[in-house]
């Protein structure tokens, strides 16, 4: 009777080894996978996500024309707890050369700080390059309104990431008005001064495509794919973080996962109606992957903050903690927790560090992470200009030693 008992508490169900084992949020997140090349990456981000917010205060100061935007360090020293600048913000800026300019401000006489020269020309190459793809913008809008249930999302959200979708400072004006054939803004019923920015237009079925789905194109019309079309119909790229270790157990599921039949991201889905059985949870999760995939698409740089997607869980109809989700999937994102914030990456675009297909308006954010990556670096006397920059062999701008640079 005893050795019965035994052997009934032993026995495991077989839906068992599906699970993954509980743990706490903060566990699972410390327990995945490093990938070196991203985490070196977010070791520049987490900077730049300073001076860009420090930029952002100096170029929204109001000054005359003949002046360029500044800002004084009492100011911004002030501000120095929410900006994450621990050591002040004066030791901020002059970590940066490059970018930041200080200077004893003739008329109110108090140290100021401004843009350099350099600085400023990368900001106005990016303004130029996000007015040049407009009709870029304007597309990506109706795509990710066309992912919602409703077919609109709250201004507020797309506020939150209008930089990551390459949005103009002022594109309730410049695109939403100006497009008023697509675009609408509405009242919130539920909540008062919240406005909802509606799709409005009749959009072609087959006009807006997953970018997994041209992915699948592309991969069947190889000369030398070897796989078959109605395998890969349903199947996401994958790329693991180098020393991943792929367990037979868990490579079947990935591959049952593949397999898995799903409704796209901009395919109508009826909400509210839960599956709970085991297939039906799988492809609501496939579903999830889906949608994040393609938000992902739909940025400049192809990564997001966490937190930001959040706001958008609702109205994709994604009933899943998004987190766990990249967690789970560590084939197709990466999740890294620098700089005071969960940032998501989709992996397949990126190599060495850098997009595989850069567009304008990253390749003018990248010249300012080059500055911050430079440092103190490249000046040599009497210049302003950065010199010694060069390529390393991850995708990343070295430190190239000068003649000043040797003490």
């Known amino acids: 009777m005893l050795t019965h008992l035994l052997q009934k508490l032993s026995h495991k169900p077989p839906t068992a080894v599906l699970l993954r084992r509980k743990t706490t949020s903060n566990e699972y997140v410390a327990s995945r996978n490093r990938d070196p090349t991203f985490e070196k990456l977010m070791d520049k981000y987490k900077n730049l996500f300073k001076v860009i917010a420090i930029q952002d205060l100096i170029l929204g100061t109001t000054t005359n024309a003949a002046a360029p935007p500044a800002v004084s360090l009492d100011f911004l020293n002030r501000l120095s707890q929410r900006l994450h600048l621990n050591r002040g913000a004066t030791h901020f800026l002059r970590k940066y050369p490059h970018i930041f300019n200080i200077f004893h401000h003739p008329i109110k006489l108090q140290p100021y700080c401004t843009l350099t ?20 913008v304007v597309i990506r809008l109706v795509r990710l309104l066309s992912m919602s ?14 930089r990551e979708l390459g949005l103009p400072d002022d594109f309730e004006e410049s695109v939403i008005l100006k497009k008023s054939d697509l675009f609408a803004l509405v009242d919130s019923g539920n909540e008062p001064n919240t406005h909802l920015l509606k799709l409005v237009g009749d959009i072609p079925k087959g006009e807006v495509v997953a970018a997994v789905d041209n992915w699948r194109v592309v991969e069947c019309c190889k000369e030398d794919c070897g796989v078959d079309r ?107 927790t620098k700089g005071y914030r969960h940032t998501v990456f989709l992996r397949e675009v990126y190599e060495r560090g850098c997009l595989i297909e850069p567009n304008p308006v990253y390749e003018a954010r990248r010249k300012l992470l080059d500055l911050v990556i430079l440092g103190r670096r490249g000046l040599s006397r009497g210049q302003s200009e950065p010199t010694g920059v060069s390529q390393g062999e991850d995708g990343f701008t070295e430190e190239v030693k000068t003649d000043s640079d040797e003490d």
């Open 117 to 136: 020269e350099t600085a400023l020309k990368i900001t106005q190459q990016e303004t130029t390059a996000i007015n040049s793809t407009l009709p870029l």
């Open 149 to 162: 249930v409703t077919k609109s999302l709250p201004l507020r959200a797309i506020f939150k990431v209008f």
């Open 230 to 336: 109605n395998e890969i119909l349903y199947n996401f790229k994958h790329s693991y973080p180098p020393g991943m270790k792929l367990k037979r157990s868990f490579k079947a599921k990935v591959k049952e996962w593949q397999q898995l039949k799903y409704v796209g991201p901009y395919e109508a889905v009826e909400i509210g109606k839960k599956r709970k059985n085991k297939i039906g949870m799988m492809e609501m999760e496939k579903r999830a992957v889906g949608i994040v995939h393609e938000f992902l698409s739909l940025t400049v740089e192809k990564m997001v903050e966490v937190e930001k997607i959040s706001h958008f869980r609702k109205w994709f109809g994604i009933d899943l903690n998004v987190r766990d989700l990249f967690l789970d999937h560590p084939g197709i994102f990466y999740l890294s």
